[in-house]
């Protein structure tokens, strides 16, 4: 199989921030995870460097906007490498290369008669770079830029969009991957059921002059999509050779939902016009926001992925984000939430399992993979379990569904961790007679964590690397680096010898990390010697008695305007208050009111949305058929509302 991913090219009038780091992270995750299942691969990133919005930013610097581009594009360049993003190829929209080809596509579609010259009056957003229809606007303003768009009148080319309406329509009915996950897919056909408007595709270059020159008018140049959209063709040597032969046909772009009408619309009907075949999938994922708020330069919440890698480590944040956001909706970012994740995904379940496995093979094995005797019942089950992980893993990961294939993992994590305290390797090694079965039970612990050095290969590379070399293999052994069709429960040869190991990820004091500290130095191992137990997260009667969870009423519930996540709640604690809960993916409002749910009482209020939240409803998170649900909590027999539990 082949595979060739992109991610959109970045503009280069600001500096790489963290919903830039999570498309990359998609995109290189996705194509480890190809190289993986023995794919060829190509993924591509780059920089969009054409334009008002970089013309204007170079102006306000005084320098050249050639000069300003390097110099940011050089900024997205560097960034990559401290995630272990490895781009196969870095494409710039000023690489002369990538100018020759977008005049040869121009002059190919105006011969051909899909360009024409008018004179146009629209509403123009700067920060879109195109015009927008008065159904898109909110209150009179761009939803995205939040500025009304200006009203611009001028003589310009067009695109016959129009043209290639019904034949989009029928190609994303009969393709129903073209566009996921489906509300996009909705999204699209529900803007392709009015009629398409054509597409301005220049600019007058007494406005702009920073752009491609059309080749047949050299008073404009092209208009920032008709150039941008070009780089995923360009990038492959488009119209010919080996690596457009080999990667066009498998194209997949990854973008968020703030570009799905310049990706799902004018570039399957360029293509078309171009007689160039559409590319295969489109992947749109939703946006980051800090602290529930939309993350901006103007609020100053900005986050820099190097200061994510620096606080936390490159390996923690891919994971953060892939494990944290549902592809498709909105996610929120926090350093309570990276650190949570830290403490007990990694520090606490694969970090212990890893250690206190090795730990245990060097105690009672000396280091060496013992031979394991008969499969019981505790085996056939742990074994059966790794097997439909890593078939779980498998089908989410191929469909952008990481959250789902990381729960995956994760069973098969916390399985290996319980297989240990049910075998209880400390009292096996005790008795002579049982030498077997705790050659059995370690065996099965050793194969358990090979199967996890492979799949979180694509995900955490870091550490990948580092369990890799821990359990005695090279980078390359198929053992860990390629993953098997089916019957791959015994790869682990007995005999092999573990190496010394580095301890994978150290705990975060949540208390003293802020999110701008350098990573602690790990703390110092317990010796083993009998069934290692985490204490750390223990509280005591007087800590858990500050907490006031009451018996709670809804009596109201709405969504939230711009939120996916969020419902606004009236709960009568008995009194009636607002609180602002995370729950819409999982219940209707109008199925909440009259429910009694629990409920804390006096958490300091936080605003969320803008919405004041005085207070917290609970729910258990469970994974129901790998998928994630939020089940809100209550009482089993009758309480009256503002009973306090204890
Ligand atoms: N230059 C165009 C894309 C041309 S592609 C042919 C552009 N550039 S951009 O710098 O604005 O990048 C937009 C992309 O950055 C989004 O589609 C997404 O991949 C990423 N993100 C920017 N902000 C984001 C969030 N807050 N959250 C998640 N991703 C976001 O548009």
Redesign the pocket.
């Known amino acids: 199989m082949t595979t060739y991913i992109t991610?959109?090219?970045?503009?280069v009038n600001?500096q790489p921030?963290?919903?830039?780091a999570?498309?990359t992270i998609v995109a290189d995750t996705y194509s480890r995870f190809c190289r993986l299942r023995g794919d060829e691969v190509r993924f591509q990133t780059g920089t969009?460097e054409h334009g008002d919005k970089i013309a204007e930013a170079a102006a306000l610097e005084d320098v050249e906007p050639k000069e300003y581009a390097d110099r940011i594009s050089g900024m997205f360049r560097d960034t990559w490498p401290l995630l272990h993003a490895k781009p196969d190829n870095f494409i710039r929209t000023t690489d002369e290369d990538h100018i020759r080809t977008v005049r040869e596509i121009l002059q190919k579609v105006y011969d051909k008669g899909d360009i024409y010259f008018d004179e146009y009056s629209g509403l123009y957003c700067r920060g879109c770079e195109r015009f927008l229809t008065e159904k898109e606007l909110v209150d009179g303003n761009c939803p995205d830029h939040q500025r009304p768009p200006q009203e611009i009148a001028e003589q310009n080319y067009f695109f016959r969009m129009s043209n290639y309406q019904q034949q989009l329509i029928d190609h994303i009915k009969d393709n129903p991957e073209f566009v996921t996950p489906e509300r996009y897919r909705n999204e699209v056909l529900s803007f392709l059921s009015e009629p398409l408007e054509d597409l301005c595709i220049s600019r007058p270059k007494s406005r702009l002059t920073w752009g491609i020159e059309l080749p047949f008018d050299n008073n404009f140049v092209t208009y920032?999509?008709f150039d941008?959209?070009i780089?995923?063709l360009t990038g492959l040597g488009y119209p010919s050779g080996e690596k457009y032969d080999t990667f066009w046909p498998v194209a997949e772009h990854?973008?968020?939902k703030?570009?799905l009408k310049?990706?799902a619309i004018y570039w399957p009907t360029m293509l078309m016009s171009m007689e160039v075949p559409l590319y295969k999938k489109l992947h749109v994922?939703?946006?980051?926001?800090v602290d529930d708020t939309k993350?901006s330069k103007s609020i100053g919440n900005v986050v820099r992925p190097a200061e994510l890698v620096e606080a936390y480590g490159v390996d923690t944040l891919r994971y953060f984000t892939l494990r944290e956001m549902s592809f498709g909706l909105d996610a929120s970012f926090s350093s309570q939430a990276i650190v949570a994740r830290q403490n007990s995904d990694l520090a606490n379940d694969i970090g212990n399992l890893y250690s206190r496995s090795i730990a245990m093979l060097k105690k009672y094995h000396g280091g060496t993979i013992p031979q394991p005797g008969d499969e019981e019942e505790v085996d056939r089950d742990l074994r059966e379990l790794a097997e439909r992980v890593v078939q779980t893993y498998q089908e989410n990961m191929s469909i952008f569904q990481f959250q789902k294939g990381l729960q995956a993992v994760w069973e098969l994590v916390s399985q290996a961790n319980k297989y240990i305290v049910t075998n209880e390797p400390w009292a096996l090694a005790k008795d002579e007679a049982k030498a077997v079965r705790l050659a059995t039970v370690m065996y099965n612990v050793m194969e358990s964590l090979r199967l996890l050095t492979l799949v979180l290969r694509p995900v955490m590379p870091e550490t990948a690397a580092k369990m890799t070399t821990g359990l005695g293999y090279g980078e390359d052994d198929p053992a860990v680096s390629l993953l098997p069709e089916g019957g791959f429960w015994g790869v682990l040869k007995p005999g092999m010898r573990i190496q010394k190991i580095e301890p994978l990820f150290p705990r975060i004091d949540a208390k003293k990390h802020m999110g701008s500290e350098k990573q602690e130095k790990p703390k110092k191992k317990k010796k083993e010697n009998v069934a290692p137990v985490e204490l750390e997260g223990l509280i005591s009667f007087e800590s858990f008695k500050e907490v006031d969870i009451r018996v709670a009423e809804i009596k109201a519930a709405e969504k939230v305007k711009k939120s996916d996540r969020l419902l606004k709640l009236t709960l009568a604690v008995p009194e009636e208050r607002t609180v602002v809960a995370g729950i819409a993916e999982y219940y209707s409002p109008e199925d909440l009111v009259g429910l009694k749910v629990l409920a804390v009482a006096n958490l300091k209020p936080a605003k969320l949305m803008g919405i004041p939240s005085q207070g917290m409803v609970l729910a258990a998170k469970s994974v129901v058929d790998g998928e994630e649900r939020l089940v809100l909590t209550g009482v089993l027999g009758d309480a009256p509302v503002g009973t306090r539990i204890s």
Do not use: E, F, K, S
């Open positions: 991610t959109p090219i970045y503009y600001a921030h963290l919903g830039h999570y498309t969009d920032v999509w941008a959209l780089n995923y990854v973008i968020a703030d570009i310049p990706h994922h939703g946006y980051w926001n993350m």
